[in-house]
């Protein structure tokens, strides 16, 4: 059975940091490509970060770049999502997702809220 499990999110003031974890069990973890998603309350879902097997080719959104860092630890079936400098605008629900050419699986989501 695969398992994707985020923890991490929270409550935290504007300009706070915030680091979410992804662990994955039920896959081989090192084939799969990850990714952070997000889904702000009326808004569609968008695309927050990836990165690719090997850990080399990073994508962003343009609004975080700079700001948030995605890394991965393939021996220990982790992906992760450092959250820096964070803004109102990035309360959302985030959820993980691990992906190859054939499937694709999604966590349960953790919620952040960004505010004073």
């Known amino acids: 059975q695969v398992q994707l499990v985020e923890s991490g999110g929270g409550l935290v003031q504007p300009g706070g940091s915030l680091r979410l974890s992804c662990a994955a069990s039920g896959i081989t973890f090192s084939n799969y490509v990850m990714a952070w998603y997000r889904r702000a309350p009326g808004r569609a879902r968008e695309m927050v970060a990836t990165?690719?097997?090997?850990?080399?080719?990073?994508n962003y959104q343009a609004s975080v770049k700079g700001r948030f860092t995605i890394s991965r630890d393939n021996a220990k079936n982790t992906a992760s999502l450092q959250m820096n400098s964070l803004k109102p605008e990035g309360t959302a629900v985030y959820y993980c997702k691990a992906a190859v050419a054939w499937d694709e699986y999604w966590g349960q989501g953790t919620q952040v809220t960004v505010s004073s």
């Open positions: 990165i690719n097997t090997d850990g080399i080719t990073l």
